[in-house]
């Protein structure tokens, strides 16, 4: 039964059900730098692959991993979590450039840090299909040259970071461009920013500061700080966490732990008949 027990410890921590103690995030961060894509978790690079063409900055995950494209010259590609190349590729729609992406599950979201590529800059939110096509403008930010994005599913809004130098403010939208909320950072030129379900913490990182990620809660207070030596030399824009199951997959999984569980019983049975 001890046995048992440590297996299906070890089922819910991998879940999200028991929160183990690390430090950085506690669910699979992917930032870009354009032309690499580093998985982070915990206090942990855990692997990094090259993309197919330079500045695949707008990233988002779900099953693989779907980078956009930062300018109309550059094409984005489906990759496994793994990174392995899958073959699709997701051809630039959206006018501007773009750092970053972020996903509700069945749409991907985008800003136009420039609203061209001569140098106007940009306030656009835009939302794409899942294979980065038909895009439709949401709304203009408050500030000019908007970043990072991340969804937030606790309230079906955007989070947005805006590029500048000094203490850059996160805004949390409404889906029609409302003002919900907002905050300023320490870092400057905030980046790759994505939000953690499993704790509802915004991760991000900064240009300037090379190797440092910051976890703020949705509040706006600064939680911690971490630092990866293999990213010290690295800029990364974009950043998307991977989702935690849906309720029905943790359904799947506890119908699993319980036939785990019948069948250590009964081989206990046999051992002791």
Not at 153 to 161: A, D, F, G, R, Y
Request: proline content about 5%; hydrophobic content about 35%; aromatic content about 12%.
């Amino acid at each position: 039964m001890r046995t048992l027990n440590i297996v299906i410890a070890g089922f819910l921590i991998e879940a999200g059900m028991a929160m183990p103690c690390w430090a950085g995030p506690a669910s699979d961060y992917y930032v870009t730098s354009g032309s690499n894509v580093y998985h982070i978790k915990g206090d942990l690079v855990l692997n990094t692959w090259t993309t197919v063409q330079f500045n695949e900055y707008p990233i988002v995950v779900m099953d693989t991993v779907r980078t956009g494209s930062y300018q109309s010259t550059v094409s984005g590609h489906e990759y496994s979590l793994a990174g392995s190349l899958m073959g699709a590729t997701y051809a630039p729609t959206i006018p501007g450039l773009h750092h970053d992406g972020a996903t509700d599950g069945t749409g991907n979201f985008t800003t136009s840090y420039w609203s061209n590529e001569i140098g106007t800059l940009g306030t656009a939110v835009w939302r794409t299909d899942a294979d980065w096509m038909n895009p439709v403008k949401l709304f203009d930010t408050l500030a000019h040259r908007p970043s990072g994005i991340a969804y937030d599913p606790s309230n079906q809004s955007l989070w947005i970071s805006e590029w500048q130098e000094g203490a850059p403010v996160v805004r949390n939208y409404s889906m029609d461009g409302a003002l919900l909320s907002s905050f300023s950072t320490s870092g400057r030129y905030s980046t790759s920013l994505a939000l953690d379900p499993k704790d509802g913490t915004l991760w991000m990182g900064s240009y300037n500061d090379l190797g440092y990620y910051y976890q703020y809660s949705r509040a706006g207070g600064l939680l911690s700080t971490s630092y990866y030596a293999e990213l010290a030399g690295v800029r990364t824009l974009g950043g998307e966490i991977a989702p935690v199951p849906e309720p029905a997959s943790y359904a799947l999984l506890l119908a699993g732990i319980g036939l785990l569980a019948l069948r250590f019983e009964r081989g206990n049975r046999q051992h002791t008949a």
